[in-house]
């Protein structure tokens, strides 16, 4: 990680630290500014004119507006209108691996150095790149827990120092290591304060009685090379005893980066920031979550989970490392109340990703692009000029940005104090008088105390009027029209305005004219009281090249139709009109009646004089540049002709010689076709009858015959069966005069 001129150090807590405006309202002259610095501060887009005699000496906040709007009323190029602007004052080029164990001529950021000029509510943009090199020199501080329950992790890393030294140097070249150790405030309640626990914290202990006195924080080794010199004073180490937990970690920290005590978790992070100094807590599962929560108040920080021997220490080590490795994220330092700033952070995807100042996925040599925007809410009351840094979290490399706000008018440098512009009497300023107490007047050529009725008179229209048409204020028998947030109010009486003209669907001159005191002056190719009446007759032309088919006339661009039954929008549509067919009509059948003479018949000749008579045999139905007519004449032949416009306005006419007539047909051939048909259709009828019959005359038998065959039993056979007779034996005997009775009769 990065190597700052003052060591960097990594803490561990068990732990330790690796150091790597409205629609239509025109906002510039609705702001009353009556100044140039107050025009600036409107808005970025509002511009002040400091011409002389620019505009009406009636409305001092007209020299406010749009730069458009100025150049438009003839201020040409006089007029103040800074924009916000970057420029890059050292740019050095990154590097792609560290080069020299100091690590000073290692560029890891660019540009250095930027200087910002800003006009309040206008950004300005710039670029910086930051790349991870490789073999950066990287120092490791391992300050260790030594309370008693770290006992067995202190057995465990012994030899830490070696194998660490080993697995970095796969990493970085140049790496070494320093170490400390705390317990915690040796004040109660945190530790043992009685008399008796001075010299032996663990008297009482039955686990482990011996122990040596509690202490805050001991710096044992600093920075070096040597590992063997950190693995000897690893095993000089004993553990003490403390009263409660968490122990005094964050003191521990804070004094091993700058010597300080008794620390916030803001004054931590602040001073770990400011020495590029990345921490990394190493704590138990069951602390995990705590110290995670810590990561969002200290920038550059990473946590890892702690084995309960400390085995796993070295891989937690690397694992840190390569986590603070793959990221890159931006720190703004000393940035000025009243500066916005705005990141898009451009990461190895290739997205960009705006409102984000952190690239996370990173390998060593990649970069990370950024695009900063500045905007100044206001402008500074004393200090016009402010520094601030950017500087990626645990990085030596910073961007220093100085910044300068455009707040003041270049035209004010060149004052002109009792100026003859201002008679005598004022400050002549960017185009305007600064009149001296107790002078008025846009010249200051009133003086405060003299009669004003004589001049209040010469700001009446006429005897009666309101002083200034009520929109202005008499000052020097001149008026000084108020401003409108609708428009302009100008004249000599303010008796003029841009916005009370006629509006068409509420757009002022129905947005084809400009208004001039109350009257809408049109555009070129526009008429009316509201300029809504267009003078192009192009939309009313018809298919046919006739001004709204000659059924109506073009109105305003659009076709009005005077032919009864005629809509449409070029009155094309009239069902109830003669069409052309009927117009030709009496032109063809004159032609047919004088079929041997036509030329010598006046009449025809006025019916057919804008016509090109054809005469064919047969006429082409298809012809699609045609239109096709037929009618039927007395004879009930049908006529037809077609009929084409010709460019000279005349029509060709295609008529054929003779009507198309049909012969008569045969009555006799008709009856018995008819009675032929009848006899046909009832044959075949009753064949089919006959067919259905038959059909269902089968199934039935079919039927039939199928029940018969699965009854069970014939009827000789069936035991349900009885015959009609019966015969029965009887028995009997009964006694007839004293005489048996044996079946005979006497």
Known sequence: MPRAPAPLYACLLGLCALVPSLPGLNICTSGSATSCEECLLIHPKCAWCFK???????????????????????????????????????????????????????????????????????KTTFQLQVRQVEDYPVDLYYLMDLSLSMKDDLDSIRNLGTKLAEEMRKLTSNFRLGFGSFVDKNISPFSYTAPRYQTNPCIGYKLFPNCVPSFGFRHLLPLTDRVDSFNEEVRKQRVSRNRDAPEGGFDAILQAAVCKDYPSLALLGEKLAENNINLIFAVTKSH???????????????????????????????????????????????????????????????????????????????????????????????????????????????????????????????????????????????????????????????????????????????????????????????????????GKIYGAFCQCDNFSCARNRGVLCSGHGECHCGECKCHAGYIGDNCNCSTDISTCLAKDGQICSDRGHCVCGQCQCTEPGAFGETCEKCPTCPDACSTKRDCVECLLLHVGDPADNQTCQNL?????????????????????????????????????????????????????CGTAPNATTILLAVVGSILLIGIALLAIWKLLVTIHDRREFAKFQSERSRARYEMASNPLYRKPISTHTVDFTFNKFNKPYNGTVD
């Open 288 to 486: 995990y979550m705590l110290y995670k929560n810590f990561t969002a108040l200290i920038p550059g920080t990473t946590v890892e989970i702690l084995h309960g021997d400390s085995k796993n220490i070295i891989q937690l080590i690397i694992n840190a490392y390569n986590s603070i490795r793959s990221k890159v994220e931006l720190s703004v330092w000393d940035q000025p109340e009243d500066l916005n700033l705005f990141f898009t952070a451009t990461c190895q995807d290739g997205m960009s990703y705006p409102g984000q100042r952190k690239c996370e996925g990173l390998k060593i040599g990649d970069t990370a692009s950024f695009e900063v925007s500045a905007e100044a809410r206001s402008c500074p009351g004393k200090h016009a000029e402010h520094t601030f840094t950017l500087r990626p979290v645990g990085f030596r490399d910073s961007l220093e940005v100085g910044v300068t706000y455009s707040c003041r008018c270049g035209c004010s440098t060149g004052l002109e104090p009792d100026s003859a512009r201002c008679s005598g009497n004022g400050t002549y300023v960017c185009g305007l008088c600064d009149c001296n107490p107790s002078y008025l007047g846009t010249r200051c050529e009133c003086q405060e105390g003299e009669s004003q009725s004589g001049y209040q008179n010469l700001c009446r229209e006429a005897e009666g009027k309101p002083l200034c048409s009520g929109r202005g204020e008499c000052s020097c028998n001149q008026c000084s029209c108020f401003e409108s947030e609708f």
């Open 52 to 122: 002389e005699d620019f505009g009406s000496l009636r409305s001092v906040t007209s020299r406010c507006d749009l730069e458009a709007n100025l150049v438009k009323n003839g201020c040409g190029g006089e007029f103040e209108s800074p924009a916000s602007s970057t420029r890059v004052l050292r740019s050095l080029p990154l590097s792609s691996k560290g080069s020299s164990p100091t690590s000073s001529d290692v560029i890891q950021m660019t540009p250095q150095q930027v200087a910002l000029s800003l006009r309040p509510g206008d």
């Open 608 to 660: 057919c004089k804008d016509e090109v008579i054809t005469w064919v045999d047969t006429i082409v139905k298809d012809d699609q540049e045609a239109a096709l007519c037929f009618y039927k004449t007395a004879k009930d032949c049908v006529m037809m002709f077609a009929y084409t416009e010709l460019p000279s306005g005349r029509a060709n006419l295609t008529v054929l010689r003779e009507p198309e």
